[in-house]
T-cell receptor
Framework: RKEVEQDPGPFNVPEGATVAFNCTYSNSASQSFFWYRQDCRKEPKLLMSVYSSGNEDGRFTAQLNRASQYISLLIRDSKLSDSATYLCVVNRPTSGTYKYIFGTGTRLKVLA | DAGITQSPRYKITETGRQVTLMCHQTWSHSYMFWYRQDLGHGLRLIYYSAAADITDKGEVPDGYVVSRSKTENFPLTLESATRSQTSVYFC?????????????FGPGTRLLVL
């Protein structure tokens, strides 16, 4: 079992739809959580950090559930430009330092 | 320009050759990372560095060597390239430990080993 797991998708949704992704993590010592976006053949870029109280950035809302060890990303009013792969990332302590663990990503296709 | 750069962007080499991928960042971030990305595996950590002269293995370090004599540079060397090392390589730096802990990625190097 991978330490960070995501549904690979693809999620095909029409423009204007609301779509949600979940990500589960297995290490309860994980401390920081992020969603990154990666466009085809490009580098990953930070979409948003995920805070315990949940946080929102425009059409994007992230939630963290420590008890169940999952994080979620909700995208409202999907745009064509939202088509990308969304990576769940967890930062956890290891051997006196910290390590970022990446999920394999969830592909989103927003259709006209 | 400020940021994180990688060179070369594309590289074709032959099995057995030594290849060095360069990574340079201008933010003076302490942490730097090397990842490879392959279909079905996502991003896998090869090596990371917490500061100059401090490096440590990641998930898939075999066949790779790193060094970090200066904070801004973190080269990755494939000592004797193999076909299984054909991949896209991303370098990243992080402002960890900080409030944001964001990782910033370079544009990637696409390596083909024949």
């Amino acid at each position: 079992r991978k330490e960070v797991e995501q549904d690979p998708g693809p999620f095909n949704v029409p423009e204007g739809a609301t779509v949600a992704f979940n990500c589960t993590y297995s290490n309860s010592a994980s401390q920081s959580f992020f969603w990154y976006r990666q466009d085809c053949r490009k580098e990953p870029k930070l979409l948003m950090s995920v805070y315990s109280s949940g946080n929102e950035d425009g059409r994007f809302t992230a939630q963290l559930n420590r008890a169940s060890q999952y994080i979620s990303l909700l995208i409202r009013d999907s745009k064509l430009s939202d088509s990308a792969t969304y990576l769940c990332v967890v930062n956890r302590p290891t051997s006196g330092t910290y390590k970022y663990i990446f999920g394999t990503g969830t592909r989103l296709k927003v259709l006209a | 320009d400020a940021g994180i750069t990688q060179s070369p962007r594309y590289k074709i080499t032959e099995t057995g050759r030594q290849v060095t991928l360069m990574c340079h960042q201008t933010w003076s971030h302490s942490y730097m990372f090397w990842y490879r990305q392959d279909l079905g595996h996502g991003l896998r950590l090869i090596y990371y560095s917490a500061a100059a002269d401090i490096t440590d293995k990641g998930e898939v370090p075999d066949g790779y060597v790193v060094s970090r004599s200066k904070t801004e540079n973190f080269p990755l060397t494939l000592e004797s390239a193999t076909r299984s090392q054909t991949s896209v390589y991303f370098c990243a730096s992080s402002d960890f430990p900080s409030e944001k802990e964001t990782q910033y990625f370079g544009p990637g190097t696409r390596l083909l080993v024949l």
